[in-house]
């Protein structure tokens, strides 16, 4: 089974930056998309980040030009850069892992990171 553990999370004020990262443990499997959703109160998850088998990113409007999907397949992790935090980037933050095995599609979910953007 895919694990997948994060951290990174905390208090910034706005304009500041967090780096979230989210690594993988268990069995090794064939990765298709490596991706970050959040979640803040009173809204539903949204898709913030991902980034594909092909290093194909995609990126919401809210955040193209601040945050930054990467991974390193060596370190099984893979991350969020954010940078010129708002406060509306105040969330909830899950990573997620979408793979294949025996020709069945799996998401793996983490546990969720907490980020504050406030002053």
């Known amino acids: 089974q895919l694990q997948l553990v994060e951290s990174g999370g905390g208090l910034v004020q706005p304009g500041g930056s967090l780096r979230l990262s989210c690594t993988r443990s268990?069995?090794?499997?064939?990765?298709?998309?490596e991706a970050w959703y959040r979640q803040a109160p009173g809204k539903e998850r949204e898709l913030v980040a991902s980034?594909?088998?092909?290093?194909?990113?995609n990126y919401a409007d809210s955040v193209k030009g601040r945050f930054t999907i990467s991974r390193d397949k060596v370190k099984n992790t893979h991350y969020l850069q954010m940078s010129s935090l708002k406060p509306e980037d105040t969330a909830v933050y899950y990573c997620?892992?979408?793979?294949?095995?025996?020709?069945?599609?799996?998401?793996?979910w983490g546990q969720g990171t907490q980020v504050t953007v406030s002053s």
């Open positions: 997620n892992v979408e793979f294949r095995r025996a020709g069945v599609l799996f998401r793996s």
């Open positions: 268990g069995i090794i499997s064939r990765i298709n998309v």
């Open positions: 980034i594909t088998r092909e290093d194909t990113t």
